[in-house]
């Protein structure tokens, strides 16, 4: 096994070609920012990018935006030749205790039998559940793109999270999501 660690990450790290390399494997290009815009996002108080190094090699990265006491995984990508190894589990536990004082939020592509790339949301959605998330029964939809919100404690608190969505779309005007519930097949 790996010795897992997360380190926060500036313009100066050395490892910001391999982030760059990542960032344009992991992300389509509508959903990508560029490097660059990385850094100019995380240079205010409550943004992080933070590497994650297996045995003090990059292996993957979170950017994280904090409000409150939420923590919202905006990007979180791990190498292509390091994933199913057990790296992106770790880390999301080093997350969690990373930012002892907060519930970590993160949203994911929602299962749509439509979708041609179904299985891969539904490989995420269980690896989030699998790492200890838990459904909140939330939703949202911005980029023509219905997204599912898995939060790390139990209770999901709903005023922070759209406090959290207003500061990041007084940065990014186009980004507007729509918070809802459903009902399930289930209910």
Do not use: W
Not at 18 to 46: H, T
Not at 97 to 109: G, L, N, Q, S, T
Request: charged residues 30%; glycine residues 4%; aromatic residues 16%.
């Amino acid at each position: 096994m790996y010795n897992i660690k997360l380190v926060k990450m500036n313009r100066n790290s050395c490892d910001i070609p391999l982030l760059e390399k990542l960032n344009n494997q992991a992300f389509p290009e509508n959903e990508r920012i560029s490097v660059e815009d990385m850094f100019c996002f995380s240079e205010n108080d409550g943004r992080d990018i933070l590497g994650i190094y297996t045995d003090n090699e990059f292996s993957g990265f979170f950017i994280i935006m904090r409000f409150m006491k939420c923590a919202y995984i905006c990007y979180f990508a791990v190498c292509p030749e390091k994933r199913s190894q057990g790296i992106g589990g770790n880390a999301l536990c080093l997350l969690k205790k990373y930012y002892p004082d907060c519930h970590i939020v993160v949203d994911f592509e929602a299962t749509d039998e439509n979708a041609e790339n179904n299985q891969q949301r539904i490989r995420r959605r269980n690896f989030y559940y699998r790492n200890g998330f838990f459904k909140t029964g939330y939703f949202q939809f911005y980029m023509k793109t219905e997204f599912e919100i898995a939060c790390s404690e139990p209770y999901f608190d709903k005023t922070e999270f759209e406090g959290l969505m207003s500061e990041i779309h007084a940065i990014a005007d186009d980004f507007n999501p729509e918070l809802y519930t459903k009902k399930t097949d289930a209910e």
